[in-house]
Each structure stands twice: as structure tokens, then as C-alpha cells.
T-cell receptor, first 111, second 114 residues
Framework: QKEVEQNSGPLSVPEGAIASLNCTYS??????FFWYRQYSGKSPELIMS????GDKEDGRFTAQLNKASQYVSLLIRDSQPSDSATYLC???????????FGSGTQLTVLP | DADVTQTPRNRITKTGKRIMLECSQT?????MYWYRQDPGLGLRLIYY???????NKGEISDGYSVSRQAQAKFSLSLESAIPNQTALYFC?????????????FGEGSRLTVL
């Protein structure tokens, strides 16, 4: 059973701070890693993807991947109240490259 | 209009009833998926289809069936609904070659089975 683990939170950070979201996965053969954001009552939307070890930056978002430790993280710099949402980690593995999702971390950015 | 449209958006039904959730997309994607979301359990894959003639079971297919009527339409059926199928159901699409990682979700169908 492939597992993707996230702290459910809630995680609260003040406006302007760095929010750090973490995810671990069990399948060492996993190839691709994704972060989805889901606002309350809405559908998930992709915000970051990362495929190789290291950091990938996109605006205020940085995804970090460490395959040896089977660990992927998402950093949100200068957090805004509009970043308040649930963040879902997703991992692609297997011949069909199906996504396995974590249960999500609820982030609240306090004004 | 949404690129991925699900109907109905909300449905309340009784145990033992047959329910169909429908999904249509205008994105032109070959691949379509049905997920369910439960509090604390994240998104779990029920069925997926890479084209009209290719349908595959996901992690939790028991109690569900699907039909891919056309490239743009993918329906999920609960033949005899039970209360533990109460959940939020999402249809999603992805493009061939995207590595199945970039999914585009519909707005969700909330199903309550009494």
C-alpha cells in the first residue's frame, strides 16, 4: 500500500511569515511529486510540481524534494490570508503513474 | 462555464438506491478520473480511464462502476448505495503526456446516503 503522510494541522502562521508544509511517502520508486491547494468548499488545483532532488521556486512558493529521505515540502514565503487553504501532497508512482494523495494540511494565515 | 462539469452537485438518497454521477469536460483531455474525498482521508482514486476503451480500477472500486460514453463523458454509478459511500466525489481530467500529475478537477458532487 503506497502511503503519503502529511500533518493534518491546523497550521497557523502570521501574515508575512514563512509557512512550511511537509510530506513523506512510502514508495521509494515514486517519480513525480505535486502540491495541490484546496480552498474550503472548492476543488483542488495544482500549484507546484517537482521531479528531481533539490528546490524548485515559483513566486512565493518553493517545493523541496529529498528522494533519499522520501520527503517533499512546500514553503510559502510572505504568507497572505488568501493562502489559507488545505494543501494536498500527491505522489506519482507505478507503471500507470497514478497519483496517491495525502490527507492534506490545513493552513491558516492570520492577519 | 467550467471546463469539467459534474452533475448533480448535491444529492441525498436512501440506502439501496442506484445513483449515477456524471462528468463532462471541454478540455479535450483523453484521461478522466473519479475520486472520492472523505474528511481526514484525502482523495482516493475510484476508477480511471485513459481513453474510451481503457478503464481501470483504482484503490477503492468496490461498490462502484463507471462508463466512458465518449472522450468527454465519464459517469460513476453506485448500483446499491450504502451510508459509507457518503462523501464528496470529484471527477478530474489530465492530458496525455502530462505524467498524470496535473489533474483538472470538477467542482465536486456531494452525495449523502441515508
Amino acid at each position: 500500500q503506497k502511503e503519503v503522510e502529511q500533518n493534518s494541522g491546523p497550521l497557523s502562521v502570521p501574515e508575512g511569515a514563512i509557512a512550511s508544509l511537509n510530506c513523506t511517502y512510502s514508495d521509494r520508486g515514486s517519480q513525480s511529486f505535486f502540491w495541490y491547494r484546496q480552498y474550503s468548499g472548492k476543488s483542488p488545483e495544482l500549484i507546484m510540481s517537482i521531479y528531481s532532488n533539490g528546490d524548485k521556486e515559483d513566486g512565493r512558493f518553493t517545493a523541496q524534494l529529498n528522494k533519499a529521505s522520501q520527503y517533499v515540502s512546500l514553503l510559502i514565503r510572505d504568507s497572505q490570508p488568501s493562502d489559507s487553504a488545505t494543501y494536498l501532497c500527491a505522489v506519482s508512482s507505478g507503471s500507470a503513474r497514478q497519483l496517491t494523495f495525502g490527507s492534506g494540511t490545513q493552513l491558516t494565515v492570520l492577519p | 462555464d467550467a471546463d469539467v462539469t459534474q452533475t448533480p452537485r448535491n444529492r441525498i438518497t436512501k440506502t439501496g438506491k442506484r445513483i449515477m454521477l456524471e462528468c463532462s469536460q471541454t478540455k479535450g483531455h483523453d484521461r478522466m478520473y473519479w475520486y472520492r474525498q472523505d474528511p481526514g482521508l484525502g482523495l482516493r482514486l475510484i476508477y480511471y480511464s485513459f481513453d474510451v476503451k481503457d478503464i481501470n480500477k483504482g484503490e477503492i472500486s468496490d461498490g462502484y462502476s463507471v462508463s466512458r460514453q465518449a472522450q468527454a463523458k465519464f459517469s460513476l454509478s453506485l448500483e446499491s448505495a450504502i451510508p459509507n459511500q457518503t462523501a464528496l466525489y470529484f471527477c478530474a481530467t489530465s492530458a496525455r503526456g502530462s505524467g498524470t500529475g496535473e489533474l483538472f478537477f470538477g467542482e465536486g458532487s456531494r452525495l449523502t446516503v441515508l
